[in-house]
């Protein structure tokens, strides 16, 4: 079964930064694309960041030149550095992960709270 696990997410002033990291075990098989998602109060799921496999990586337009999405060292790890961090990006940030023949998986999300 595979599983997900965020961590990093936190309390930080305005303008500051956090760096979240996801990490995905219980198979041998490679990501096919990892990504973000975040869910403000009160709103529903919106999609943030994406890396694909090959390497190729996008983003929203709301944290497009603040946030990099990156392949850790370890397999099926990714990063989300997030500088200049405003009080909208308050949220909990979801990992989540697709790979062949296996399907979608999500973790259970961590919680971000920028403070004006």
């Known amino acids: 079964q595979v599983q997900l696990v965020e961590s990093g997410g936190g309390l930080v002033q305005s303008g500051g930064s956090l760096r979240l990291s996801c990490a995905a075990s219980?198979?041998?098989?490679?990501?096919?694309?990892m990504g973000w998602y975040r869910q403000a109060p009160g709103k529903g799921r919106d999609w943030v960041a994406l890396?694909?496999?090959?390497?190729?990586?996008n983003y929203t337009n709301s944290v497009r030149g603040r946030f990099t999405i990156s392949r850790g060292n370890a397999k099926n790890t990714v990063y989300l550095q997030m500088n200049s961090l405003n009080t909208e990006d308050t949220a909990v940030y979801y990992c989540?992960?697709?790979?062949?023949?296996?399907?979608?998986?999500w973790g259970q999300g961590t919680q971000v709270t920028v403070s004006s």
């Open positions: 989540t992960a697709r790979f062949a023949g296996l399907g979608d998986y």
């Open positions: 219980g198979t041998i098989f490679s990501f096919n694309a």
């Open positions: 890396l694909t496999h090959s390497g190729r990586t």
